[in-house]
């Protein structure tokens, strides 16, 4: 018997699978990984390669969203009196052509007719429209970004901006940190490709693995054995800022725990880790990854997000060597795998999000011990979350002083990821989320 190729693509069940999910995101405000999450388990009879179509499409539209808008008002006759579904419809069909597939397979396999098809092929003739637009007003429209954070991305990177905002419309890789309580790197990419995974070292981290092959790897034996973990590059270099020594060291905002199980792995296991956090669902999770890890050192801590937060490490005031606070913040720098956050992202917000970061510093500070380090951190591009907020703390707090990056970092790699003494990563420059970190040490 002749080995079966691959499955021919159902085109009809794709279109109605991206329809549902991207309706769900653009029109009731689900979150992009949950709506496509429901789509595709209600769906179980779509192909796992089609279930895989089904969410790069959908991302593809996401990040794209307001070039697809644009072309479609200005380039596709009676687009405003179309229904929803039909203008969601369009908005694909003109989504898979701005991602280079052809026009005929796309009108083909989508069942355009006549004018729709003619539309379609005509589609980017409608550029010559958008080159007439101020130049600030054309890039947003062309990166996808609201106005005022495209504003921002030029005023951050400038003439690197075209660059930067193409990077963040591509998909991310998938990277992973090894667990060094486990193993080595080449003994965890030995334990992969046994199980037909390409991967590869990562340029920049000496913990990543780029992992190559499509794959569900939470099914991968490897995971399961714990020998490694899914990490963006970008946040595995903002954990090695804290090289935590086998003490006394504190994750503020610990979230499902991923930097908490490279902290640990840091410490060898030794001394006492501390993840703290509102969400005790998440701490849930976390429980279950240091299981997997082997993580023995790590004490879970709810906390509450007021000013009796530090209730339960009260023990812990002015002893910490170490305390991380990876704030919560716009996000930016991962727009390419959250695409849908740009949308609901306001300056309104983006203030928001600022007082919180400070205010979270002001609550964590009184944990470090004198001659320790603080270490704030952020997935932004943005320098209101970032180098200002750092500047702030600085000038109401004397006692701590900017340590540069290298110190954890060494100079070969902080000379390649690091500016005026922090950690700044960029996806066009690093092929990493965009991060932020800063090393402040309070004074003996």
Not at 94 to 113: C, H, Q, Y
Not at 357 to 375: A, H, N, S, T
Request: aromatic share 6%.
């Amino acid at each position: 018997m002749k080995p079966q190729g691959p499955r021919r693509l159902r085109e009809d069940l794709i279109a109605q699978a991206c329809l549902e999910a991207y309706g769900s995101v653009r029109h009731d405000g689900r979150l992009s990984d949950r709506a496509l999450d429901f789509v595709l388990r209600q769906r179980k009879q779509l192909y796992s390669n089609e279930r895989r179509v089904v969410a790069e499409r959908v991302y593809a539209l996401l990040r794209r969203q307001r070039l697809v808008d644009f072309l479609a008002e200005k380039g596709w006759k009676g687009f405003a009196a179309l229904s929803v579904s039909h203008k969601d419809l369009v908005r694909l069909g003109i989504s898979r052509l701005v991602e280079g597939e052809d026009a005929d397979a796309v009108a083909d396999t989508m069942a355009f007719k006549g004018d729709d098809a003619k539309a379609l092929r005509h589609i980017f003739d409608t550029r010559a429209k958008l080159e007439k637009l101020p130049s600030l007003e054309r890039f947003a429209i062309e990166a996808s970004l609201p106005d005022f954070a495209a504003a921002k991305l030029v005023e951050e990177v400038g003439d690197e901006a075209f660059a930067a905002a193409e990077a963040m419309n591509v998909r991310g890789p998938l990277v992973g940190r090894v667990n060094t309580l486990r193993g080595t790197r080449e003994q965890c990419i030995a334990a992969l490709e046994q199980e037909d995974v390409r991967v590869t070292p990562t340029l920049l981290s000496p913990l990543g693995i780029l992992i190559e092959t499509r794959t569900n790897v939470y099914s991968l034996e490897a995971f399961k054995k714990g020998l490694f973990e899914v990490q963006d590059e970008g946040s595995q270099l903002l954990g090695m800022l804290v090289d935590a020594p086998p003490k006394k060291v504190v994750d503020a905002c610990a979230g499902a725990g991923g930097k908490t199980l490279q902290l640990a792995a840091q410490m060898k296991n030794r001394g006492d880790l501390y993840a703290l956090d509102i969400g005790e669902r998440r701490l849930e999770e976390l429980k279950e990854r240091t299981r997997r890890a082997d993580v023995h050192n790590v004490r879970i801590k709810p906390i509450t997000d007021d000013d009796k937060a530090l209730e339960p490490v009260a023990a812990l005031v002015g002893q910490a060597d170490r305390v991380m606070i990876d704030a919560p913040c716009s996000g930016s720098g991962t727009f390419r795998r959250k695409p849908d956050a740009r949308y609901r992202l306001t300056e309104e917000s983006l203030k928001e999000h600022v007082e919180i970061q400070k205010r979270l510093l002001e609550r964590f500070c009184p944990l470090v011990k004198p001659d320790g380090l603080l270490i704030y951190g952020t997935c932004s591009y943005f320098r209101d979350e970032n180098e200002d907020v750092v500047k702030w703390f600085l000038g109401k707090h004397p006692e701590y002083s900017l340590v540069p990056a290298e110190r954890s970092l060494g100079k070969e790699l902080a000379a390649k990821t690091c500016r005026d003494g922090f950690l700044r990563l960029f996806p066009h420059r690093h092929g990493t989320d965009a991060f932020f970190g800063a090393i402040l040490k309070r004074a003996k």
